[in-house]
């Protein structure tokens, strides 16, 4: 039986709810896929960083960030000055890579991966900077160091969408796509037709984790465009960059705009396409006013869809429900059981 030395740089609503699914999950990994994981390195921005080659006590590292301790305590080695010298202390087996994205350039989390990888560690994220800003790159490296670089995590969670097209649609072209692909537009949107303020329903969406660090991302259209980027880069072999989407947010919107589509029994909705042309891509992300009729307009609070057509195959949906952490959190586990067996 195996098992794998996990570095976690990142430990917020993602890494601590990746925590707990391993904690969850360790016997039936153990049974079921022959498994074993031990984690070796915990970094964070603010809160202190853990290396111990001995294995790291996952239970204390929660209850120590709950209260507010730094994790430098449960550190047996000096304290790593960044991302790069951590990943270089930690001889771990697999990265993941979990810290706020940037959407302009996709760093620190680039070299990050970039490290763990040269490294022969595989890396696996739910950041959507380096996929959009190094797809290719970080894909070829490892390749090179006979790893594998996974991000199912990116686009809708723990729904498979990349791994869908990877694993169980081969020779199928992707031809366009059209989805309500941000959580928290679609919760602020929901709550603003139950009659919340924008800023209460902004608000909420924090305190429940699954607003970005800077919620002006989700609002402004960011985070909706540079989910686009990834599934346009990897998925319709096109790079394409988040300032490239045709954008605009749902900061326009006002309670009066939610009111009076309600009563025509209409809703706005945050609407994210893309579509080969004759060129090149047309992509978009802007809200929509949906009439009953479109697929999309039973999306909502936190679900997500997305509705794809290929050259083959007639409209194909996937439709999540009630996603949070704990999912993204899955599809990081997913990739690493998908990485190594
Ligand atoms: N939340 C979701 O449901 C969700 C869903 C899909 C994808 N994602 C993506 O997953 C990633 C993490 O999201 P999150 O919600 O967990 O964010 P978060 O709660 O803000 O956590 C970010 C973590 O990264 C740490 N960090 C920041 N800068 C760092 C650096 N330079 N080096 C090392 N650690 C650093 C932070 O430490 P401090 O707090 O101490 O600064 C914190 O532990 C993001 O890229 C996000 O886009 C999130």
Sequence with gaps: MDTYRFALLGFGNVGQAFARLLLAKRDELQTQHDLRWQVVGIMTGHHGAAVNPDGIDLESALAMIDAGDSLDLLSTEPTPQNGVEFILSCNADVLFENTPVSYHDGQPAIEHISAALSTGMHAITANKGPVVHAYRELTRLAQAHGRKFLFESTVMDGAPVFSLWRETLPAAELQSFRGVLNSTTNLILTLMEQGKTFEEAVAYTQSIGIAETDPTGDIEGWDAAIKVSALVTVLMDVNLKPSDVERKGIESLHSEDI???????????????????????????RPELLDPSDPLYSVMGTSSAVTFHSDILGPLTITESDPGPHTTAYGLLADFINAVL
């Design 259 to 285: 009111r009076s589509a309600s009563a025509e029994g209409k809703r706005w909705k945050l609407i994210c396409q893309a579509e080969r042309t004759n060129t090149g891509i047309s992509t978009s992300v």
